[in-house]
């Protein structure tokens, strides 16, 4: 089996993985400290439409 075909998925995988973990502690950091959002740079705005997309959405 060919090495790239096989790690695509792992990739994608890890991917919407990491956006899962990003997304819950961007909602968490929102809910406890929500002067932190301001601090990395986002609105309250851009943190809530963060926070709603899927998995699956960049």
Not at 4 to 13: E, Q
Request: charged share 30%; no cysteine.
């Amino acid at each position: 089996m060919n090495d790239t075909f096989a790690s695509a998925p792992r990739s994608i995988i890890a991917t919407w993985s990491e956006r899962i973990r990003f997304r819950w502690n961007l909602e968490q950091m929102a809910k406890a400290n929500p002067h932190l959002i301001d601090d990395i740079g986002l609105t309250k705005r851009q943190a809530e439409a963060e926070i709603a997309k899927r998995f699956w959405q960049a």
